[in-house]
């Protein structure tokens, strides 16, 4: 079965993946930060006991890592595929996740929250990934007592996300308006109206690859679909300036000309790092969506991106790699998969 | 320590993340903290309130006169330390002393949306949840949790009541 970022969408050209998220917790059960160990083995208990109830739908065939039994690289792993925090990274004690087959479901159990229900898709498909996090909610909601406030809403950890606790986020790939210097002005703007962008890969100023992770800011006073349909008018401007701006960038000898040799360093490279991968990605990216660069789909670079993340690479390989084994094998993941 | 995102300024929040297969800690400071999203109560309440720990940490209070939360033996102080709340229950045990903190956070404003036990989506309820309910109802008593017994009970009820 195909993973949902191995799947084509609408809008992939700017907005590679949209995901939602609900910060859940149980009443009567300290937050994670106060947990004892048996609160984190009976909460994963309970949420393993209501999910197999659903032996005939999707929710029963989930897989249940452990992440105390797993290796690190595993862990780090599915933190690089956003399954779990970086947090849940380095005490995965009475931890855990619930992930459907083609990974677009999940539930991070006892991070920041007992639950963490997730739900993703590729492309910008804010309905169709709200419904399935809200579908998985409603199932979990009969069968488990959500900690719940008439005023305040869902009761959090942290109480920034008291309201809906829902954090919906669009993966953006802002390559042109990263080069005309205008996403720290737009991430300084959006912060005035409810809505926060950061780099994806990094804190720095000018994010790695030019890709960016746009999400709502405010989770009390607004109904889900009323931030939904903030994020979705603000991300629809946002990809409709980039768009312009690409056409006036890809048009330029220059532009192209970078184009073509980061294609050309990517499909003959024998080392190349996560970072500098990015980098020529991310211009290739562009080729290819200005359709300089033909034969190529979108989702096929961006799960070459997802796959060759150091962690989820050597999880892959099986093996424990050095750091230029590790180059190396991505290098030939990337070539064969270009050529 | 001056943040690692902007250079500029003194970090006041530590964020993890994981870069290149590692995971990290980063130190922001408040305005690129706020910029990229990564909100903190303590944080929140410190800029707010001008750093004025001792406020909240008077000297010399008696332990003993010191209000613990029922559910998860937080008290207040731990809340303000961790900027994280320790349970629902807290919300309700410290409700005068945490209001200010959440008129900062979201303004007067109350929850607008999806409402726990009400489910947004029409679905039929199998047979096998209820008894999964009652099944978790008898341990929570056997348990002595009697709060999460009360809320399953009402669910149950209002289940069974839906159903009929």
Request: with cysteine; hydrophobic share 40%.
């Given at each position: 079965?195909?993973?949902?970022?191995?799947?084509?969408?609408?809008?992939?050209?700017?907005?590679?993946?949209?995901?939602?998220?609900?910060?859940?917790?149980?009443?009567?059960?300290?937050?994670?930060?106060?947990?004892?160990?048996?609160?984190?083995?009976?909460?994963?208990?309970?949420?393993?006991a209501v999910l197999s109830q659903d032996r005939n739908f999707r929710y029963g065939r989930f897989t249940q890592v452990d992440l105390e039994s797993?290796?690190?690289?595993?862990?780090?792993?599915?933190?690089?595929?956003e399954l779990i925090s970086a947090e849940m990274v380095t005490d995965t004690q009475g931890r855990g996740v619930f992930v459907s087959e083609d990974e677009s479901l999940s539930i991070a159990v006892n991070g920041e929250d007992h639950l963490l229900i997730q739900s993703k898709?590729?492309?910008?498909?804010?309905?169709?990934?709200?419904?399935?996090a809200d579908e998985l909610d409603t199932f979990l909601d009969r069968l488990l007592p959500f900690a719940f406030d008439a005023q305040l809403g869902y009761l959090t950890q942290n109480p920034f996300y008291l309201g809906t606790g829902m954090i919906a986020s669009?993966?953006?790939?802002?390559?042109?308006?990263?080069?005309?210097?205008?996403?720290?002005?737009?991430?300084?703007?959006?912060?005035?109206?409810?809505?926060?962008?950061?780099?994806?890969?990094?804190?720095?100023?000018?994010?790695?690859?030019?890709?960016?992770?746009?999400?709502?800011?405010?989770?009390?006073?607004?109904?889900?679909?009323?931030?939904?349909?903030?994020?979705?008018?603000?991300?629809?401007?946002?990809?409709?300036?980039?768009?312009?701006?690409?056409?006036?960038?890809?048009?330029?000898?220059?532009?192209?000309?970078?184009?073509?040799?980061?294609?050309?360093?990517?499909?003959?490279?024998?080392?190349?790092?996560?970072?500098?991968?990015?980098?020529?990605?991310?211009?290739?990216?562009?080729?290819i969506t200005a359709g300089l660069?033909?034969?190529?789909?979108?989702?096929?670079?961006?799960?070459?991106?997802?796959?060759?993340?150091?962690?989820?690479?050597?999880?892959?390989?099986?093996?424990?790699?050095?750091?230029?084994?590790?180059?190396?094998?991505?290098?030939?993941?990337?070539?064969?998969?270009?050529? | 320590m001056l943040c690692e995102s902007c250079g500029k300024n003194t970090a006041v929040i530590r964020v993890k993340a994981i870069v290149n297969g590692e995971p990290v800690?980063?130190?922001?400071?408040?305005?690129?903290?706020?910029?990229?999203?990564?909100?903190?109560?303590?944080?929140?309440?410190?800029?707010?309130?001008?750093?004025?720990l001792n406020d909240f940490f008077p000297d010399g209070e008696d332990a003993a006169e010191v209000?613990?939360?029922?559910?998860?033996?937080?008290?207040?102080?731990?809340?303000?330390?961790s900027g994280k709340i320790g349970c629902a229950e807290c919300y309700h045990t410290f409700a005068d002393q945490l209001a200010p903190f959440l008129r900062k956070i979201h303004g007067s404003v109350s929850h607008r949306g999806k409402t726990a036990g009400g489910g947004d989506l029409p679905q039929v309820l199998p047979k096998a949840q209820l008894s999964v309910m009652h099944q978790q109802l008898r341990e929570a008593i056997q348990s002595e949790n009697f709060e999460q017994a009360a809320a399953l009970r009402d669910k149950i009820h209002e289940m069974e009541e839906d159903g009929q």
């Open positions: 079965m195909n993973k949902w970022y191995q799947t084509t969408a609408d809008n992939a050209d700017v907005s590679a993946s949209t995901s939602i998220c609900f910060a859940r917790n149980l009443v009567g059960i300290p937050f994670p930060s106060r947990m004892s160990m048996a609160d984190r083995r009976s909460v994963l208990q309970k949420i393993q797993i290796s690190k690289a595993q862990a780090i792993a599915l933190a690089e595929s898709s590729a492309g910008m498909q804010l309905e169709k990934v709200f419904g399935a669009l993966q953006l790939h802002l390559p042109a308006l990263t080069e005309l210097g205008s996403t720290g002005r737009i991430a300084h703007n959006l912060s005035r109206l409810g809505l926060t962008m950061r780099g994806t890969f990094g804190t720095e100023p000018n994010p790695k690859g030019a890709w960016f992770r746009l999400s709502n800011q405010v989770t009390m006073g607004l109904s889900e679909r009323e931030a939904l349909s903030n994020l979705s008018s603000m991300a629809g401007q946002i990809i409709s300036h980039e768009r312009e701006m690409r056409e006036t960038l890809t048009g330029r000898l220059s532009v192209q000309d970078t184009i073509f040799r980061d294609f050309g360093i990517l499909k003959n490279a024998r080392l190349i790092s996560f970072e500098e991968f990015l980098k020529r990605a991310s211009a290739v990216r562009l080729g660069i033909k034969g190529i789909a979108v989702s096929k670079l961006d799960t070459m991106i997802y796959k060759a993340q150091p962690a989820t690479l050597i999880f892959d390989s099986g093996e424990a790699l050095t750091e230029e084994e590790c180059c190396k094998l991505r290098a030939r993941m990337v070539r064969e998969g270009l050529n | 800690e980063y130190a922001l400071c408040s305005e690129c903290a706020h910029d990229l999203g990564y909100a903190n109560l303590l944080f929140d309440m410190l800029t707010g309130y001008d750093g004025t209000k613990h939360c029922p559910c998860c033996g937080a008290s207040f102080q731990d809340i303000l330390r």
